[in-house]
């Protein structure tokens, strides 16, 4: 069974800073890409980083580009997001997403965890 | 970037009906990179719907996608009372990702 586990959120000022990570089993976990994916209070689903099965592909979007490190670790079977500069708007829950190889959508998730930027 | 527009924004049925969600994109988005998520409240989003038309691991028949270029449509045949949630859209473009709004289906 495919699971995913997210840890790593909680109370930050803005300005600050915290590392997700999210923890896979159930698969190979070196063969895939991953995401995060945050959803905002009450809204909807937003991506933010993708980084292939070997890190040599990543992306971020605009929103988070220069502020947030997404990186993994094969032998640990974890995933991590470095998030810096942390702003009021970067408030949610942030999912840990396996990429469905080729299909351009993510087929497992995690259960997410809450970060919450607040002085 | 391709903005992903859903319509309606709140879809109320009841058990049994059926549910026609839209999906439209503001460039032509290829049919291999649309999926479909459900989202119920306070869980993870599930993957329904990959390739427009593609039903994820375990999803029921009932669910089924269809559409190209930019219009793009879920249906669900018949409702069943797990059905009522949040449905998102979501394209792939080579290095980003973007989601619509979500329509949420709701119990009339």
């Known amino acids: 069974e495919v699971q995913l586990v997210e840890s790593g959120g909680g109370l930050v000022q803005p300005g600050g800073s915290l590392r997700l990570s999210c923890v896979a089993s159930?698969?190979?976990?070196?063969?895939?890409?991953m995401s995060w994916v945050r959803q905002a209070p009450g809204k909807g689903l937003e991506w933010i980083s993708y980084i292939g099965s070997s890190s040599s592909a990543i992306f971020y979007s605009d929103s988070v580009k220069g502020r947030f490190t997404i990186s993994r670790d094969n032998a640990k079977n974890s995933l991590y997001l470095q998030m810096n500069s942390l702003r009021d708007e970067d408030t949610a829950v942030y999912y840990c997403a396996k990429y469905y190889s080729g299909s351009g959508s993510f087929d497992y998730w995690g259960q997410g965890t809450l970060v919450t930027v607040s002085s | 970037e391709i903005v992903l527009t859903q319509s309606p924004g709140t879809l109320s049925l009841s058990p049994g009906e059926r549910a026609t969600l839209s999906c439209r994109a503001s460039?032509?988005?290829?049919?291999?990179?649309l999926a479909w998520y459900q989202q119920k409240l306070g869980q993870a989003p599930r993957l329904l719907i990959y390739?427009?038309?593609s039903r994820a691991t375990g999803i029921p028949d009932r669910f089924s996608g269809s559409g190209s270029g930019t219009d793009f449509t879920l249906t669900i045949s018949r409702l069943e009372p797990e059905d009522f949630a949040v449905y998102y859209c979501q394209q792939y473009g080579i290095s980003w990702w973007t989601f619509g709004q979500g329509t949420k289906v709701e119990i009339k």
């Open positions: 159930g698969f190979t976990f070196s063969n895939y890409g």
């Open positions: 390739g427009a038309s």
């Open positions: 460039q032509s988005v290829s049919s291999s990179y």
